[in-house]
């Protein structure tokens, strides 16, 4: 029975979250830490919570894993995930083989929340549709044109179907709730034009216009490749203090080794490169992230793609400025980002593309219909209302509840989500290297004197370097051996001696072949003389990694 009782069926609240933060580390106060990270800008704190086992060593002697949630304010899916994942490894350490052994001998660093400002601004009525963070609040961001807002009173925030001859939509014919496009060439019908809900600043009787969100978007206030001209980068790289907080996060723990950054919408793990091609990634970080990606899709169902190649539709405006990117590209750590859900594939829909900006077609679009009101409701689809709208006069308020049909999954099919995609980030992290002292052995040589040897090896997936960017950056650490002596005196070879980077499974996909990838060492072998000072003299092999850990070996010079 978990000590801590959370349903997973529902999103929550900043104050719900919290109070679930909370109740997690005082009932497993060992294994838990939450901090606060950084406060919003509207003075929220920006929970961090630190899950490992410190009988078996302190957290930054450890490989390390990074989860974080809810960048994007209404991506709401994303922190119940970061949140269930936290829940599962506490309540199941212990009892689960593989969470006990990953909370012994690694820690996870977790930010449920990144975005609270943004989170709370759609979480609740009128449910805004909002990406950035709490530097302004919804209608602030715009000089004039439309400004999106809840002009009937619904508590939800929709569309309006404006009768217009000139329009680009129609009612469907099979159901008149639906707007289909109008054909090229198509006359003699009666026509829409569609635009989110709201009133017009400064309208001029002739054009809607609307300008576009400056709201904020926080994955592309990151130092890599930055750029104003990007949506929401902000003033300039890490101006936002929950990005900047992020960033001094991961520079602070040199030992993460692995990332998942949670995002929605989609059903897709996203990976490298975020602006470049396949053939331009080195081809072994490639074959990487590919068999790393399999695991995850074995396990949730999701496929893996390129960023740069499958979600970016026009090659000349690729993305900048993303965390994921940043982290790879700079700093050599395996890292995905994760879409959660997948309403069009959930609704039996032929996935035709991964960046959709809605339905394609009516069929398509009567699947998601049906779908949405057999499966949301009401909270998901809007019938449409009249409005006399102040500037454009007789209107209909209603449609589609973007984000709770798109953008996030009912809560009966939450808790699934949560707990496959826990699944991989477990996986994920058990790919970390793991550096060990294989052999220890002391040999006595007369007249006090003793040759130590010892070989450390890596027993993870992944080297101890991670990728090959991390060498091409030179931010790859080697991995060292020294020795700690105990009335004892170190007569030959440097005490603390430089292994270098060793290997990992990932290499030896195949048996040896001249005509395969040659293999590097996983195994490396470190000797010294010593004499003893002493009956009681003893010496401790120390290795270190700054990816894959610290282990300790003592013996005594007998």
Same mark, same amino acid.
């Given at each position: 029975?978990?000590?801590?009782?959370?349903?997973?069926?529902?999103?929550?609240?900043?104050?719900?979250?919290?109070?679930?933060?909370?109740?997690?580390?005082?009932?497993?106060?060992?294994?838990?830490?939450?901090?606060?990270?950084?406060?919003?800008?509207?003075?929220?704190?920006?929970?961090?919570?630190?899950?490992?086992?410190?009988?078996?060593?302190?957290?930054?002697?450890?490989?390390?894993?990074?989860?974080?949630?809810?960048?994007?304010?209404?991506?709401?899916?994303?922190?119940?995930?970061?949140?269930?994942?936290?829940?599962?490894?506490?309540?199941?350490?212990?009892?689960?083989?593989?969470?006990?052994?990953?909370?012994?001998?690694?820690?996870?660093?977790?930010?449920?929340?990144?975005?609270?400002?943004?989170?709370?601004?759609?979480?609740?009525?009128?449910?805004?549709?909002?990406?950035?963070?709490?530097?302004?609040?919804?209608?602030?961001?715009?000089?004039?044109?439309?400004?999106?807002?809840?002009?009937?009173?619904?508590?939800?925030?929709?569309?309006?179907?404006?009768?217009?001859?000139?329009?680009?939509?129609?009612?469907?014919?099979?159901?008149?709730?639906?707007?289909?496009?109008?054909?090229?060439?198509?006359?003699?019908?009666?026509?829409?034009?569609?635009?989110?809900?709201?009133?017009?600043?400064?309208?001029?009787?002739?054009?809607?216009?609307?300008?576009?969100?400056?709201?904020?978007?926080?994955?592309?206030?990151?130092?890599?490749?930055?750029?104003?001209?990007?949506?929401?980068?902000?003033?300039?790289?890490?101006?936002?203090?929950?990005?900047?907080?992020?960033?001094?996060?991961?520079?602070?723990?040199?030992?993460?080794?692995?990332?998942?950054?949670?995002?929605?919408?989609?059903?897709?793990?996203?990976?490298?490169?975020?602006?470049?091609?396949?053939?331009?990634?080195?081809?072994?970080?490639?074959?990487?992230?590919?068999?790393?990606?399999?695991?995850?899709?074995?396990?949730?169902?999701?496929?893996?793609?390129?960023?740069?190649?499958?979600?970016?539709?026009?090659?000349?405006?690729?993305?900048?400025?993303?965390?994921?990117?940043?982290?790879?590209?700079?700093?050599?750590?395996?890292?995905?980002?994760?879409?959660?859900?997948?309403?069009?594939?959930? /609704?039996? +829909?032929?996935?035709? &593309? %991964? @960046?959709?900006?809605?339905?394609? $077609?009516?069929?398509?679009?009567? *699947? #998601?219909?049906?779908?949405?009101?057999?499966?949301?409701?009401?909270?998901?689809?809007?019938?449409?209302?009249?409005?006399?709208?102040?500037?454009?006069?007789?209107?209909?308020?209603?449609?589609?509840?973007?984000?709770?049909?798109?953008?996030?999954?009912?809560?009966?099919?939450?808790?699934?989500?949560?707990?496959?995609?826990?699944?991989?980030?477990?996986?994920?992290?058990?790919?970390?290297?793991?550096?060990?002292?294989?052999?220890?052995?002391?040999?006595?040589?007369?007249?006090?004197?003793?040759?130590?040897? /010892?070989? +450390?090896?890596?027993? &993870? %997936? @992944?080297?101890?370097?991670?990728? $090959?960017?991390?060498?091409?950056? *030179? #931010?790859?650490?080697?991995?060292?051996?020294?020795?700690?002596?105990?009335?004892?005196?170190?007569?030959?070879?440097?005490?603390?001696?430089?292994?270098?980077?060793?290997?990992?499974?990932?290499?030896?996909?195949?048996?040896?072949?001249?005509?395969?990838?040659?293999?590097?060492?996983?195994?490396?072998?470190?000797?010294?003389?010593?004499?003893?000072?002493?009956?009681?003299?003893?010496?401790?092999?120390?290795?270190?990694?700054?990816?894959?850990?610290?282990?300790?070996?003592?013996?005594?010079?007998?």
């Amino acid at each position: 029975m978990a000590m801590v009782d959370i349903a997973f069926d529902t999103y929550y609240t900043y104050d719900e979250m919290t109070a679930h933060l909370q109740a997690l580390a005082a009932a497993y106060p060992k294994l838990a830490k939450l901090t606060s990270l950084a406060k919003s800008h509207r003075g929220r704190d920006v929970w961090l919570m630190e899950i490992t086992n410190p009988d078996t060593g302190p957290g930054h002697e450890k490989p390390g894993f990074y989860i974080d949630a809810q960048i994007h304010a209404e991506e709401h899916a994303t922190s119940a995930t970061a949140l269930y994942g936290l829940w599962y490894i506490l309540t199941n350490y212990g009892s689960d083989e593989e969470v006990t052994r990953l909370v012994d001998s690694q820690v996870f660093y977790v930010l449920p929340r990144i975005n609270p400002d943004g989170a709370e601004l759609s979480l609740v009525e009128p449910y805004y549709a909002w990406c950035g963070n709490g530097r302004c609040l919804p209608g602030e961001d715009r000089l004039e044109g439309l400004v999106p807002q809840d002009i009937n009173g619904d508590g939800h925030i929709v569309n309006m179907r404006v009768p217009d001859p000139t329009g680009e939509w129609k009612k469907s014919e099979r159901d008149p709730r639906l707007m289909v496009q109008r054909e090229p060439g198509e006359e003699g019908g009666q026509y829409y034009r569609v635009y989110p809900e709201g009133l017009i600043r400064n309208y001029d009787g002739a054009h809607v216009k609307i300008e576009k969100q400056q709201d904020g978007n926080m994955n592309r206030n990151f130092p890599i490749n930055w750029s104003p001209q990007e949506y929401g980068a902000g003033a300039y790289p890490f101006s936002e203090p929950e990005a900047m907080a992020m960033g001094k996060l991961v520079l602070e723990h040199p030992n993460i080794c692995g990332m998942c950054a949670y995002h929605t919408h989609g059903g897709i793990i996203l990976r490298p490169s975020m602006l470049k091609y396949d053939a331009d990634m080195s081809p072994r970080d490639l074959a990487l992230y590919k068999d790393l990606g399999a695991v995850g899709t074995r396990l949730t169902g999701y496929p893996v793609i390129s960023t740069y190649e499958d979600f970016t539709p026009d090659k000349t405006k690729g993305r900048h400025g993303s965390l994921k990117d940043w982290v790879y590209e700079e700093l050599g750590i395996i890292c995905f980002s994760t879409e959660l859900w997948d309403m069009e594939r959930t /609704a039996g +829909v032929d996935k035709k &593309g %991964y @960046l959709n900006l809605g339905p394609r $077609d009516a069929d398509t679009q009567q *699947k #998601v219909f049906d779908w949405v009101l057999d499966n949301v409701g009401d909270k998901g689809f809007r019938d449409w209302e009249h409005f006399d709208h102040p500037q454009l006069g007789p209107v209909e308020v209603g449609g589609m509840v973007y984000i709770w049909s798109y953008r996030n999954p009912p809560g009966k099919l939450l808790e699934e989500i949560c707990h496959n995609n826990t699944l991989f980030n477990l996986r994920h992290a058990a790919a970390a290297p793991q550096v060990r002292i294989d052999k220890l052995t002391v040999e006595a040589l007369g007249a006090d004197l003793f040759k130590i040897s /010892a070989v +450390v090896a890596n027993h &993870g %997936y @992944l080297p101890t370097n991670l990728s $090959d960017v991390a060498i091409e950056n *030179k #931010v790859a650490k080697p991995v060292t051996v020294a020795l700690e002596l105990d009335n004892a005196s170190l007569i030959i070879n440097p005490q603390r001696q430089d292994l270098g980077n060793l290997a990992g499974r990932n290499e030896r996909k195949f048996n040896w072949s001249n005509w395969g990838p040659q293999w590097s060492p996983t195994a490396k072998p470190a000797e010294w003389l010593v004499r003893a000072n002493g009956p009681d003299a003893r010496i401790t092999a120390v290795a270190t990694s700054e990816k894959g850990g610290t282990h300790r070996l003592t013996e005594a010079l007998a």
